[in-house]
């Protein structure tokens, strides 16, 4: 039996079988930079939407906070009352007081649900305090500590208060003259992104001490009844 030579020539390969083939180095870097642009693109896309989510809650979260402070504020204001307080130095104080940026009043309808030793009316004061408007309130009406602030409303660069009685407008209510509250309040608003805000509120709107109503004559035995009073 006689071996065959081995075949030992330079480039010398082994016979393809059909159907059997490869990429050459060109095609596999064609397919790893389109494979690269397509992830790159699907990557950009959802960084956007990320963005786009996180800025569109950030928006949602703002103006809901700015609707609950107008109603909080609203609501505070249309229960004001004509309850003068004393603060913690014993000092009586009126029951309404505003200028500038900060308003302090005394509220009804604090809803006791615990039952607690206490009035069913509250002091709070609403101030600005750097870029925040915060509430406060107050456990008793008269020689107590204030509660923490609540802040209801970040981003306020500038705000101005201006109270209104009788047709007149003023920038400043201390409750003198006789006169406890005043009718309407004007809020007006500047924000740290340069939108601007105003807004009117009624004040006491409940409390309002209703007119003396005036009796009517009564008609005396043998009085007349006139033709235009008489019943049809």
Known sequence: MTARPIDRRVGATSARHPGEGGFTLVEVMVALMIFGMIAAAGVAILSFSIRAQAASATRLDDASA????????????????TRPTRDEGGTLRPAFVGEGTQVALVRGGW???????????????????GTTLQRIAYPQLDGAAPLGATPMLTRVAEM?????????WSDRWDGGDGLPVPEA?????????????????????????????????????GSSVGASDAPR
Do not use: C, H
Not at 66 to 81: C, E, I, K
Not at 194 to 201: D, L, N
């Open 111 to 129: 809803t006791n649900i615990d039952a607690a030793p206490r009035a069913s009316e509250q002091k709070v004061v609403w101030r600005l305090d």
């Open 160 to 168: 101005r208060l201006r109270f209104r009685y009788a047709g007149v």
């Open 66 to 81: 700015f609707t609950r402070t107008l109603t909080v504020l609203s609501a505070d204001l249309a229960q004001a009352t």
């Open 185 to 221: 309040m004007e809020l007006t608003m500047a924000r740290t992104d340069g939108t601007r805000y105003r807004a009117m509120f009624l004040v006491g709107t409940g409390y309002a001490p209703m007119p003396a109503a005036t009796p009517s004559p009564t008609p005396t035995a």
